[in-house]
């Protein structure tokens, strides 16, 4: 009855996403009355500390450096079995959806992706998800023994009070590598956006990627991540994996605030759970506005120097 | 090459979102239906030209019934070469997977290609599922695609970046923004369409793991509280001291 946390530690600092991850799956398994086991693989340091979000277990296989869907799913799977673990969580990101999907097939488990909260396991066991791209959500039930969660960024308040986890080597065989992985280019140290708790991002109205310097300012003021919109990323006036929306990131941030961008449809859809939403548009009839807890009809020229200083100054203040 | 590429049906990106049947249905009344984008401008397209640079075939694979095949026509008139359609009505993204993975696993395809999630679902989950089925590579969020000989290079999102990898045929990839540009069909396309091979195949049996129980929609916003332009320094005081998000 216990449950199996996948996570990525292999970088410097443990993502907030894998100690969402690790807070979740202790919650869970506080309900089936068991203990969570980590998974992780490279050569991340300070596994026993994965015990303070709630790990009682590591199991590391170092010898898997990169994200390779078939090795990992084998790692998870068959840890689980061995773990008897009756739910496994996964952080829905680029590494979980190389794996999650593939461990649900391999242990015929029901599978929700973009958990956004906890499971209701009051009588049955139901996960909330986000669908029509963050336009509504869905109670998924999944009915088989094994149950396989991917979770969303920004989902639960990380807990870290636990006490050191107990690591060992993952022992078994994982076969072959089928991906290599030949190169890396690493996206520039910023804050990663889908974990950002705040996120400045602006679109079309900033006239040209020349007017970006006051908003990266800002975001830097601010400890925020920068986004776009679709436009903005279409003409390369930014990168494509800042571009939030339908077909692009799907973020939940604390915060966002959006600078010369209408509030199209399919960018709500990507931003619309934000807890908090300012737009600043010069336009009074953007829809932004409609979906918006606080506005300011402007031109981004001129507010965004205030909004700059006023950032300072709070800083200076706190 | 034999591609195999995944296209799911979903509402056009404007369609109102409602649901019927106590919240259990998507109410799809008056709703277009449009081949679900990274599935059509990213997978597909990807896929056509690489067979139109090296030679070989591109079938297209629904899961669905019959009021998907005009949107399957949509495929066939970008300029996939023939069309399957599994007959099925499935519940969740493994009723989806072990469908395909079940027509697919004697056919020989050498890339199995998917958008990277549908924008009804969003689950990133079919193409994955089907890769275990087959027991095959799998590389997902893919902005890039570029196959010498059997042998694939691959761009792919990772947290913190881009990765460049490499796998032989026979694989699954799944297709991110940045794999290809949107085509829109040409009239030639679309009357070639309609004589396109469309099969029908019966559904083969598969369990139901999960299932959606209840649709929500998100809470009505509270009104927007405006602050004059010649004040915006003000926004930063209530984003601290009221709504304490900064």
Redesign the interface.
């Known amino acids: 009855m216990s449950v199996v946390v996948f996570i990525?530690t292999r970088?410097d600092k443990l993502?907030k996403a894998a100690q969402e991850a690790l807070t979740y799956g202790k919650h869970i398994a506080a309900k089936l009355g068991g203990g969570v086991t980590a998974v992780t693989f490279g050569d991340g340091a300070n596994l026993e500390g994965l015990g303070a979000f709630g790990a009682t277990k590591v199991v590391v296989a170092k010898g898997v450096k990169?994200?390779e869907?078939?090795q990992l799913?084998k790692l998870v799977a068959d840890t689980a079995t061995t773990e008897k673990a009756q739910v496994i969580v996964c952080v829905?990101?680029?590494?979980g959806?190389?794996?999650?999907?593939?461990?649900?097939?391999?242990l015929?488990?029901?599978?929700?992706?973009?958990a956004i909260g906890l499971p209701n396991m009051d009588g049955g066991f139901?996960v909330?998800r986000?669908?029509?791209?963050?336009?509504?959500?869905?109670?998924?039930?999944?009915?088989?023994p094994v149950k396989v969660i991917s979770m969303m960024a920004n989902s639960i308040p990380i807990e870290s009070n636990g006490s050191p986890a107990t690591v060992s080597d993952f022992g078994g065989d994982l076969g072959a590598a089928?991906?290599?992985?030949?190169?890396?280019?690493?996206?520039g140290g910023g804050i990663?956006l889908p974990e950002a708790?705040?996120v400045v991002s602006a679109g079309r109205g900033m006239k040209g990627p020349e007017f970006w310097a006051p908003v990266e300012e800002l975001a830097k003021e601010?400890g925020a991540a920068t986004a776009c919109s679709r436009p903005v990323?279409d003409m390369h006036w930014r990168p494509?994996?800042e571009?939030v929306g339908?077909?692009?990131v799907?973020i939940r941030p604390?915060?966002y605030i959006a600078i010369g961008i209408s509030g199209a449809?399919?960018h709500l859809a990507g931003v619309?759970?934000s807890?908090?939403i300012?737009?600043?548009n010069k336009d009074p009839e953007a829809p932004f506005?409609?979906?918006?807890?606080?506005?300011?009809?402007?031109?981004a020229a001129?507010?965004l120097p205030?909004?700059i200083?006023?950032?300072k100054?709070?800083n200076a203040e706190r | 090459m034999k591609f195999l590429v995944l296209i799911s049906q979903v509402p056009d990106t404007t369609a109102r979102i409602a649901f019927t049947n106590d919240n259990t249905q998507y109410d799809g009344n008056g709703v277009t239906w449009i081949v679900n984008p990274y599935d059509e401008w990213y997978a597909l397209v990807r896929a056509l030209e690489l067979k139109e640079a090296n030679g070989g075939s591109v079938t297209t694979i629904t899961v669905g019934g019959a009021d998907c095949d005009a949107t399957i026509r949509k495929a066939l008139a970008i300029g996939a070469d023939d069309a399957v359609r599994v007959d099925a009505q499935p519940t969740d993204a493994y009723g989806v997977a072990a469908q395909v993975a079940a027509y697919a696993k004697d056919k020989g395809f050498d890339v199995v290609i998917a958008g990277k999630e549908t924008i009804d679902h969003n689950g990133s989950q079919v193409a994955g599922m089907v890769a275990e089925l087959l027991d095959l590579p799998y590389v997902p969020l893919a902005s890039k695609l570029d196959m010498a000989g059997n042998t694939a290079t691959v761009e792919r999102d990772v947290p913190g970046g881009v990765e460049v990898v490499e796998v032989n045929a026979p694989f699954v990839i799944s297709a991110a923004k940045g794999m290809a540009e949107q085509r829109i069909p040409n009239m030639r396309g679309i009357m070639a369409a309609r004589t396109k091979p469309l099969t029908v195949v019966p559904a083969a049996p598969v369990e139901t793991l999960s299932s959606t129980v209840k649709f929500e929609l998100p809470p009505a916003k509270q009104a927007v509280k405006m602050i004059p332009a010649d004040q915006a320094g003000q926004l930063i005081e209530l984003l601290h001291t009221e709504a304490k998000v900064i």
Do not use: M
Not at chain 1, 97 to 106: E, G, Q, T
């Open positions: 990525d970088g993502p990169t994200i869907s078939q799913t829905h990101d680029g590494t959806k190389a794996v999650a999907p593939r461990v649900a097939a391999r015929k488990a029901g599978h929700v992706a973009g139901q909330k986000n669908v029509f791209s963050g336009k509504a959500q869905a109670w998924v039930s999944i009915t088989s089928r991906v290599t992985v030949k190169e890396v280019r690493k996206s990663n708790e705040i601010l990323a494509h994996h571009h339908q077909t692009g799907a604390n915060c449809i399919q619309n759970q807890k908090v300012a737009v600043i506005f409609k979906a918006a807890d606080y506005g300011i009809i402007g031109d001129e507010v205030q909004l200083a006023a950032a100054k709070l």
